[in-house]
């Protein structure tokens, strides 16, 4: 019999994120995506919709008004329609040495960049030294945090086109182009993350106090062993990560580092870059390389573990049955002693309702004695 107390929804997630063992095993999504909650949430906000289908919530701030201009960094932004119908956004940025471009275009699921803000060189430089460091509005994650309650758990970013260092750095020049350059001008490399670096600093002394997140997102999936070598790893992410996660403590945070490809070849770097947990455990049908029983192992007593549902070839496409059997080899692989979450490995636009109450129940029926 069971003789564990029953846990919020909250209280369950933070167990397991102090490697502690909660009544049973949370489960949940990483974000919902705008289409999905139009398409089979009857425009749900994302907490009405983990409330719906009995998923623990994990809710992310992405933005929370931030401004993201500057006297030195005035934003002209131009829109239209391409002629297959997508968005086509194309953004002007003036700075006192010089001008950038960028193009992003968009449909009803997601948005891409289609020519990248760095273009040349020197533009490394521009971004370092003039993006500004924006503020975040704290009474609105204040509201964000009232409204969940006990439900789950509120998850936020330190600001950027994404969380790490590396990681927008390969947003704002695109991964390969960014991979080139730290053979062919690696000193304007680390000139640029020690900017953006410097400018996260400053963001988590001047916002990240007393703001009231469970969790911060650091990494990125261009820090996967997939994307990247160890020796990249090592010497373009690591340095730099590993202070901001040393700023994040400082002010009373705890960091989750997202690797939504490979990570088996840089399992301890993880570990050394100072994070509290580890996702996404993405299996290799979803462009990762996770071994349960092995991340179990080498790491499972030093991080949380969040992730490791294939929510493309799984959660979304298989039945309930099939969900339910592979939430069980997933609890089986990372579940013993607790300290995991699973979770969907990264996002999805097409999974049915029903797919997702049934991975809620499934979790939920994991049960620790």
């Known amino acids: 019999m069971n003789t564990k107390k029953a846990m919020t929804p909250r209280e369950r997630m933070l167990t397991a994120l102090n490697l502690g063992v909660p009544d049973c095993l949370p489960t949940t999504i990483h974000q919902w995506q705008p289409y999905h909650l139009k398409t089979y949430m009857n425009n749900m906000t994302d907490i009405e919709a983990f409330r719906a289908v009995g998923l623990d919530a994990a809710i992310t701030i992405w933005d929370a008004n931030f401004d993201k201009s500057s006297p030195q960094w005035q934003i002209d932004a131009k829109t239209s329609t391409g002629a297959d119908g997508q968005i086509i956004t194309e953004y002007t940025f003036t700075t006192p040495e010089g001008v950038l471009t960028q193009r992003d275009e968009a449909n009803d699921k997601t948005t891409w960049t289609v020519d990248y803000l760095i273009k040349r060189p020197e533009d490394m430089h521009l971004v370092a030294k003039y993006l500004p460091v924006p503020k975040l509005d704290k009474a609105f994650v204040r509201q964000v945090k009232r409204e969940l309650g006990d439900d789950g758990i509120l998850r936020g970013l330190v600001f950027g086109e994404q969380a790490g260092p590396w990681q927008h750095a390969a947003s704002l020049m ?121 991340i179990k192992r080498r790491i499972g007593d030093k991080v949380c573990l969040i992730g490791g549902m294939d929510q493309i070839n799984i959660l979304a496409t298989q039945t309930p049955e099939q969900i339910t059997a592979e939430v069980n080899r997933l609890f089986e692989g990372y579940g013993a002693g607790g300290g995991y979450m699973l979770s969907a490995s990264d996002h999805f636009f097409e999974a049915p309702v029903e797919n997702l109450r049934a991975f809620a129940a499934a979790g939920h029926a994991c049960r620790y004695d």
């Open 174 to 294: 695109g991964v390969e182009r960014l991979i080139f350059a730290t053979f062919d001008t690696p000193d304007l490399v680390h000139e640029l993350l020690k900017g953006l670096t410097d400018k996260k600093l400053q963001f988590i002394e001047e916002s990240m106090t007393g703001a009231e997140f469970d969790l911060i997102e650091m990494g990125g999936g261009a820090a996967s062993s997939t994307v990247i070598s160890p020796k990249i790893f090592r010497n373009f992410c690591l340095p730099y990560d590993r202070q901001l996660h040393d700023a994040l403590h400082t002010v009373g945070h705890k960091v989750v580092y997202h690797t939504c490809g490979g990570m088996m070849a840089i399992l301890e770097l993880i570990v050394e870059n100072g994070t509290d947990a580890s996702e996404t455990l993405s299996p290799s049908a979803v462009g990762g390389d996770a071994v349960p029983a092995e």
